[in-house]
């Protein structure tokens, strides 16, 4: 027991210190599904804030596959065009239920 009332006061600890960097954070009822404030497209506009033209955005993925411990992603680039990526990350911010039949 006294493990676990050290550890409560840890994670009280942690969120003083965090407080002004999560301050933009949505409030989000323990144990729920939580989203960012402008959709989860923020999290991949901050990677590629953070990393430049590595990342790309806006684009439409038609297909993704897994080869080792890389990811292979086909994009439309246009009416009959394609751009097929090798990455060692993905972040993929559509709806699942988009999201489902790609991958």
Do not use: C, M
């Amino acid at each position: 027991l006294d493990g676990a009332i050290v550890r409560v006061q840890q994670l009280a600890d942690e969120k003083k210190k965090n407080a002004e960097r999560d301050a933009d954070l949505p409030s989000v009822t323990g144990g729920s599904l939580g989203s960012f404030r402008r959709g989860l497209q923020s999290l991949a506009l901050k990677v590629r804030d953070i990393l430049g033209d590595k990342v790309k955005v806006s684009h439409k993925l038609i297909k993704v596959t897994k080869e080792g411990t890389s990811w292979i992603s086909t994009f439309s680039t246009g009416p009959k065009t394609t751009a097929v990526y090798k990455s060692k990350a993905l972040i993929i911010t559509s709806p699942a239920y988009v999201t489902a039949p790609i991958i």
